[in-house]
Each structure stands twice: as structure tokens, then as C-alpha cells.
């Protein structure tokens, strides 16, 4: 014999279907990562990953897809479904220097990359083995610079690889100071910093993750940042805004990351990640997990002012190209 259902049992399925459905609609958020697993990008996508998932009431996913400097993941972002499923950590070289460098890439940073939030900020640190400093004089940058006109082609400084932040702010620092420097490549600033303190090189240009624990223990010795203004994490560094007099003082390198969606994407979805990720970075231990990897949380008041920033970025990259002499290989 068949029960016919209570009015209270129907009432309840009427009020479940609509957040079932919901719920089902909720497919899981990809989080594209443009560099491999185990970085500093990759850490800080886990970090906002975890702490997103709850706050979207959605399953958050990394999705590695490194190669070609970060565009093989760009790229992916670009032509991503604009449904609200993937959201993309792009990084300020990707949006400013690449389109100077590969004028023929697969998509336009402007047209085919939506920005949600700016979600970190840092710059490029120099940093010189401390024994060889105290050796040398090099108390500050004008002194390092100094050394290097008077010994050209001495000074070895180690640098994230062709076309990178660091070779770019590296490169446009011995230009607009008329030095000579040899530049070395390296794949990981971890090794490059261990030539550092081994005094097989002199110093390294790299993002403040990998030199900020030597210069912590005095084995390094931290001599500015690229940015007009200090670096919040690293407040006791000068930056290259500060030294008045010297030509590297007009020159501000900063390197954020931009969250993105593929272009196409509806207001409503553009607004509601906003919110999410704005939310997550407001939180102290979102803070507190970001310091080990060196970066700043910043995010940006809305989507538009985001836009505007990316917008005002490029002719600063184009020129920071140009000044740097780099080329994409």
C-alpha cells in the first residue's frame, strides 16, 4: 500500500529543490596556475584555493599549467569558459612586458584577460653576499653601482632568466646607471641563492622569497628594492624611489598578480569572485600564510579600478622593455 507523502514532507521538497539544484550547479572552480607546482604562484593559489572553497560554497581546484613564461596558462585563461569556472593568477609580466617582447602570442593580454582583483604586490630585491660587501664597501646601491663603473664587467649578479621581472629590472638598472654588470641566468632563485652565500657570484636580483631568510641570518645583505616605495614585508630595505641623486631613482618595478577570468564572463559572476577574494585577503591568517612567500595582500576596490590598473601598467612595462634591451629569448 502506497503512502501518500505529508504536507509537511511536500513543503520541504519544494523549499530543497531550488538550493539542490544550486548546489548542483556549483561545478568546481579552477584556479590556473601559469608555473609548476611547488613555487611561490603555486603556494599562493593553494592557500587562496583553501580558503575560497568555503567562502564560494564551491569546490576549488589548482590546475597547473606552466610553460612559455606563464602564457601557456594565460592562454588557457583566455580561452577558458566564461561561466565562472576558471579563474586564472596572472602575473604583471604576463599583461606588460610579454606583448612588447612577442608582439605574435596567441591572445591579447587587454581584450582576453578579464581582472577580478590584484591579490599580491612585490618587487625585485637586490642583495650581495655580506662578506664580500664589508670586502668591497657596498653599504648601499650607490656604492655597489660606484664599485661597478670603477671595475667593469667584475660585478656578477644572478637573475630569474631571460625576459623575467628580474632580468628586466636588473637589465634597466645597469642601463640607466651607464654600468656594467655581468648578468647571470639561473632556473630557481633557491640557486642562485646558494652561489650567493658560496661567493661564486656577487649578489642576485630575484623576488624577495628566496633571499629574505639570508638576509635575515646577515649572510646576505639587502641593498634596495625596485619599487618607488618600501616593500611592507620588508620594511628596512630602501627602495630605489628613495635614492635621490641616483639615476635608478625614477625606475618603480613591481611585481603583482592579477586575478582573471576569460573574457565574456557576466557581471554577476565578475562581482561575486570579487567579493569572495576580497573577503579571503582581508583575513589575518590569509596574511600570516602569504609571509613565508614574501608577498604583500593587496587587493583592488572593484573589478573597474583593477582594469584601470592593468590599463596604466603597460606603457610602464613597454618602457621597462625597451630601457632593459631584454628580448623574449
Known sequence: MRTRPTRRAVLAAALAAPILARAQSRRALRLIVPFP???AVDSLARILGERLAPVLDQPVVVDNRSGAGGLIGADAVAKGPPDGTMLGIIGAATFGAAPVLQPSMPFDPRRDLTPVTQITDSAVVIAVNARHADERGWHDLPALLAWAKRNPGTLRIAYAGPATVSHLALA????LAAVDITMVPYRGGAHAATDVLAGTIDGSADLPSPLLPHIETGQMRALAVSSRARLALAPAIPAFGELAGSPVSELDIRSWNMMTLPPGTQDGEITRLHAAVVRVAGEPSFREALRPLAYDPVTSPSPQAAAAMV??????????VELSGATAG
Open 311 to 320: 590599463a596604466a601598467e603597460m606603457p610602464r612595462w613597454r618602457r621597462l
Open 172 to 175: 634597466a638598472m645597469a642601463k
Open 37 to 39: 607546482p611547488g613555487g
